[in-house]
């Protein structure tokens, strides 16, 4: 595998950048993973600025989050919901039809289908 022989790349946000990815995760239902997927920033440093909102040292009075961001965000949450329940039923319906398939090979031949004796 090659090395990286070069100086570390270093990404500086801006405090707007950083006022509205904090603003993000103020949404209702929308976790502080989920924003920073969808900015393609590591959690970690989404919650540092979170703390440092808490702290006063990011004042984010004046921002204000697109609407539409918000609102993917939200449609993104119910997708993912939506999706575990089908795989749960999804699983659920294999086991059903294991379970049924499993008892057919063990119950007694119907009498329509029973040989009959040869004379």
């Known amino acids: 595998m090659a090395r990286i022989t070069g100086p570390r790349k ?4 801006t405090n707007d ?8 995760t103020e949404i209702g239902g929308i976790q502080v993973k989920q924003v920073a997927a969808a900015l393609e920033i590591h959690p ?19 921002v204000q ?4 961001i ?5 449609e993104l949450r119910r997708v993912k919901k939506e999706y575990e329940r089908l795989k749960l039923e999804h ?3 294999k086991k059903a039809i294991a ?4 008892r ?6 119907s009498s329509s289908t029973a040989r009959k004796p040869t004379r």
């Open 99 to 102: 379970f049924t398939s499993a």
């Open 91 to 93: 699983e659920i319906l």
């Open 65 to 68: 989050v697109e609407k539409d």
């Open 104 to 109: 057919k090979g063990t119950s007694l031949p």
């Open 10 to 13: 270093v990404y500086r946000y």
């Open 17 to 24: 950048f950083k006022l509205k990815a904090v603003k993000l």
């Open 44 to 62: 970690w440093m989404l919650t540092r600025w979170r703390k440092h909102k808490r702290e006063g040292l990011i004042v984010t009075k004046g």
């Open 70 to 74: 918000a609102a993917e965000l939200k």
